[in-house]
């Protein structure tokens, strides 16, 4: 299916690694034009080298205003347009309510629920130009907190509640805002997670998934959400507004 992306402008924060980086290659391959930031010089060096010339990567902190608007600048300066925006900057956060710190809590505050707001406030006007979209990355832990699981369940769950407020506020402009909420997915925190404990990355999800009691029994792989934030960004998902739509492998109680 083509999904209609050529030429088509998406700015990917965390998009230098990991999912964000699997979901910018698709871009690419559908001929689009992914805006990518990120903080670490070696994975911006990275990113520069598995796109190509038709993608841009910058260095920028979202948790930083200057940062942020410079970001959506270089896409507008760059390409004349914006089509759309993810929020996939973040991290795993959790730790038990009892002992975490209020600057754990902040510091996700800041990245998972302030920066994203900011990022859309910012890129409304150039959304509503091109009738573009925004998905907001999250977490099955938004819907279905367990414990020791903040603050990360708590921050994702402000972003669900953020997606479908903006979703009702913006729909009027032409402008989509859905979420992805994922559960165990293949990604570069968890490799570099295997690396620290010195073991390899299969054993390391081999070990979690013998924890978590995922139906399809395995970790989801890149390419499975970067088809899915693809499909919500592209015209093919034109009616698609205001939703979460988990991709976990039938792990979360909650659909």
């Known amino acids: 299916m083509d999904l209609e992306l050529r030429g088509r402008v998406i700015a990917i924060t965390g998009g230098t690694d990991g999912l964000g980086l699997d979901l910018a290659r698709i871009i690419v391959d559908e001929g689009g034009h992914p805006v990518v930031c990120g903080r670490d010089e070696a994975r911006l060096a990275t990113a520069r080298d598995r796109l190509g010339p038709t ?3 910058v260095r920028a902190d979202v948790t930083n205003e200057v940062d942020a608007q410079r970001f959506l ?8 347009q914006l089509d759309g925006l993810v929020n996939n900057a973040g991290r795993s956060a959790a730790s038990p309510i009892a002992t975490a710190s ?7 505050y800041e990245l998972k629920v302030i920066a994203a707001l900011r990022l859309c406030r910012l890129a409304l006007p150039a959304l509503e130009a091109t009738g ?19 603050p990360t369940a708590a921050s994702r769950a402000a972003g669900l509640a953020l997606t ?13 805002v859905n979420a992805v909420l994922i559960g165990l997915m293949e990604s570069g925190q968890w490799r570099r997670r295997a690396d620290e404990m010195g ?6 999800y081999n070990t979690v998934l013998s924890f978590q009691k995922v139906p399809l ?12 934030v693809a499909f919500l960004l592209s015209p093919r998902a034109g009616y698609v507004t205001g939703v979460g739509i988990n991709l976990d492998g039938g792990l979360s109680p909650v659909p």
Not at 73 to 80: C, I, K, P, V, Y
Not at 135 to 145: H, R
Not at 219 to 226: C, D, P
Request: proline share 3%; no cysteine.
């Open 73 to 80: 600048d270089l896409a507008l300066s760059e390409f004349g």
């Open 217 to 228: 029994g395995r970790f989801g792989r890149g390419e499975e959400f970067g088809a899915l």
């Open 164 to 176: 479908k407020s903006l979703a009702a506020e913006v729909g009027p402009r032409g402008i989509r």
């Open 102 to 108: 209020d600057d754990e809590w902040r510091e996700d």
């Open 132 to 150: 573009g979209s925004i998905v907001n990355v999250l977490a099955v832990k938004g819907k279905a907190p367990d414990a020791n699981s903040t």
């Open 199 to 204: 073991i390899s990355e299969t054993e390391f």
């Open 55 to 57: 993608a841009r990567v």
